[in-house]
């Protein structure tokens, strides 16, 4: 009986222990006033969030102190690292509560159930819709989920050096035929038109936009499923018209041992009239004598391309998603949708602004016009009504084997190494290798 008496003894002592260890852990989460407070994981594909992606940072810092009841533990790493985690906590299911990952995971851990559906955020117009450029809610939707939203917007075309046109009297071209003229003109002068570098054979930007331009989103699917062909009449215009560019000398002399890099070092020079680039240089050329006279171009129109020609570029780059099992601890939930409410609003979009980082929603917002003119005219570009985004980058919506094909055809044609059929050709011959 005694025996019995200082067990239930031990148990009483177990339980009253246990309460108020969960008691202490309970206060211990609280903040002064008394509200709960909430951690959020976040991982991102940097390491120095600080130094390396300041607006995010800065974004996260002040999302903090608008809520000192949400602690987020910021988790950096460079971007290979990043992936590798995300892929293998992916695999033991403990992946953080939100993160940055590249489109094609994103889409993976969808399909495996792993992440958040934010569409009642959209439905609730917590983030709302209707504010964001065309194509970046959409790019990440799969049947009817809203599986990630877009960490920011990649936007690409020709930077232009206007005192160059000026110079030999030449407007800025808008159309295909325009471009032909002033490469003319250009050449008798010995000045590139187009500086690029084949050596990092990815930097064709403008150069997908144009496929666009030429019904790449009506024909790609079809041709993905093997019910049509890569090397097509529209398709095949477009080559041409890059051949005929590059038997005109729009491009440099070394297009094909100069890099991305140089490229970029010959246009900010001077030497170059057109840069194929994105938003991320905008700092190098506001810094560069080139400032009041460079701008933002989303390439030429063409007479007998397919569909809406006013194109430009401004699309979802990699999203944000979140783990599924967010939904299963509420205040956590209301966390994050407080956060993404925050992300996308006006307040955010100006933080972006004050980073000359293009902002994700519509957003004039304020910019010092005078200490950033460049910055300025990309996000007047960006604004422009007349002009519609595609819907995503051509090279994203496929795998990496066929994105890299592309660039090869059309750096193959550039360099004169393919005509423009087997430049088509080599396409083709790594959708069929699938």
């Not at 030999?168 to 295909?176: A, C, I, R, S, V």
């Not at 680039?277 to 009041?292: D, F, H, P």
Request: net charge negative; proline share 5%; glycine share 6%.
């Amino acid at each position: 009986m005694n025996k019995r008496l200082v067990s239930l003894s031990i148990l009483v002592v177990l339980l009253m222990v246990t309460v108020l260890g969960c008691s202490a852990k309970t206060e211990s989460t609280n903040t002064k006033d008394g509200s709960k407070e909430v951690t959020i994981d976040f991982a991102i594909h940097v390491a120095n969030p600080k130094d390396q992606e300041p607006a995010f940072y800065q974004m996260v810092e002040k999302f903090k102190e608008n809520n000192p009841d949400i602690k987020i533990n910021l988790i950096g790493t460079d971007q290979k690292e990043h992936i590798k985690n995300m892929k293998l906590k992916a695999q033991s299911d403990t992946l953080p509560d939100i993160f940055w990952i590249l489109p094609a995971s994103a889409k993976e851990l969808e399909e495996a159930g792993m992440l958040l559906d934010l569409s009642p955020l959209l439905k609730d117009k917590k983030v709302d819709p209707d504010k964001f450029h065309a194509s970046m809610i959409d790019t990440y939707n799969l049947d009817g989920k809203q599986y990630g939203l877009p960490y920011q917007a990649l936007v690409t075309g020709f930077w232009y050096n206007k005192a160059l046109f000026d110079k030999y009297n030449l407007e800025l071209p808008e159309t295909y035929e325009d471009l032909k003229t002033a490469t003319k003109v250009f050449k008798e002068n010995n000045v590139t038109t187009i500086a690029k570098g084949a050596k990092d054979p990815y930097s064709v930007w403008a150069f997908l936009t144009m496929f666009s331009r030429y019904g790449y989103f009506d024909e790609i699917n079809p041709i993905l499923a093997g019910d049509e062909s890569f090397n097509n009449d529209n398709f095949l215009k477009l080559y041409e018209k890059i051949d005929e560019l590059a038997k005109l000398g729009a491009f440099p002399a070394n297009v094909s041992t100069l890099s991305y890099f140089q490229a970029v070092e010959m246009f900010l020079n001077g030497e170059a009239a057109l840069l194929d680039a994105g938003v991320w240089e905008t700092q190098k050329i506001q810094e560069s004598a080139l400032a009041k006279d460079a701008g933002l171009w989303w390439g030429p129109t063409f007479f007998d391309g397919a569909g809406n020609q006013k194109l430009s570029s401004v699309v979802p780059a990699a999203p944000l998603v979140v783990n599924k099992k967010v939904k299963e601890d509420k205040s956590k939930y209301a966390a994050i949708e407080k956060f993404m409410e925050f992300y996308y609003s006006e307040e955010g979009a100006q933080i972006m602004l004050d980073n000359q980082v293009p902002p994700i929603i519509k957003y004039a917002g304020e910019i010092d016009e005078a200490a950033n003119p460049v910055f300025a005219k990309v996000v007047e570009a960006m604004n422009d009504p007349e002009w519609e985004s595609q819907p995503n980058q051509p090279d994203l919506i496929v795998s990496e084997a066929v994105g890299n094909a592309i660039y090869d055809s059309i750096y193959g044609v550039i360099n004169g190494i393919y005509t423009p059929k087997e430049a088509l050709d080599v396409v083709d011959k790594k959708i069929s290798a699938q």
